[in-house]
């Protein structure tokens, strides 16, 4: 399949079986001819994974994208970071919290 990554046919067969497709083909049917490279990719032969993955980082970093860049897609649904819950047994700063824990052992069991 490639002389990069070590599946074989088999294992082709195997994972496009798993997905319910018969071929690389009918995997990308949906994929206009227009936007497809319709050749291999150009990459030197005898680098090694790490030298193929830098190369093709150094390729995509020449790419914009909408983190570097003013985007109105989804109409002002973005860039809205939701913050983690806190654990229920971590510690509170909150008043009521703060009050709780001074109470004497007995007043908890009234």
């Known amino acids: 399949m490639s002389r990069y990554t ?3 046919n088999e294992d082709l067969e195997a994972m496009l079986s798993a997905i319910g497709v018969a071929s690389m083909e009918e995997l990308f049917a ?3 001819q227009s936007v497809r490279l319709g050749r291999d990719i150009d990459l ?7 030298e193929v993955h830098e190369h093709l980082a150094a390729l995509a ?4 994208h909408c983190d570097a860049e003013t985007s ?3 109409a002002g649904m973005y860039d809205h970071y939701v913050p983690s819950t806190r654990s229920p047994s971590a510690p509170s700063s909150s008043p009521r919290t703060r009050r709780t ?7 908890a069991c009234r």
């Open 6 to 8: 070590a599946v074989t």
């Open 30 to 32: 949906d994929i206009p």
């Open 44 to 50: 030197p032969s005898g680098r090694s994974e790490l």
């Open 61 to 64: 970093a020449r790419n914009r």
């Open 72 to 74: 109105f897609l989804g």
């Open 101 to 107: 824990s001074r109470r004497s052992p007995r007043a």
